[in-house]
Nanobody, 115 residues
């Protein structure tokens, strides 16, 4: 079973930056895509960013231009650089790896944007 472990969450002021990292226990190129979802209280889980096996990236409109997803195939890690953070970015962020319709998930890491 694939294991995904996130790190890097925390409390940051509006306008600040955070970098999330996800360590994957398998070769990340085995998956169709890997990336990040988030879920705020009372909201559905939403896709934030993804990167597919070919390197193509995809972002939610709300984070386009502020967040950057990247991967390191040698370390089997996926990172999410988050800049110009806003209070509405507050959520639990989940790393995922997808193969066809099957998703593997990390345990989540809390990101709180507040002054």
């Amino acid at each position: 079973q694939v294991q995904l472990v996130e790190s890097g969450g925390g409390l940051v002021q509006p306008g600040g930056s955070l970098r999330l990292s996800c360590a994957v226990s398998s070769n990340i190129f085995m998956f169709n895509d890997v990336g990040w979802y988030r879920q705020a209280p009372g909201n559905q889980r939403e896709l934030v960013a993804s990167i597919n096996v070919g390197g193509r990236t995809n972002y939610a409109d709300s984070v386009e231009g502020r967040f950057t997803i990247s991967r390191d195939g040698a370390k089997n890690t996926v990172a999410l650089q988050m800049n110009t953070l806003k209070p509405e970015d507050t959520a639990i962020y989940y790393c995922y790896a997808r193969t066809l319709g099957v998703y593997d998930w990390g345990q989540g890491t809390q990101v709180t944007v507040s002054s």
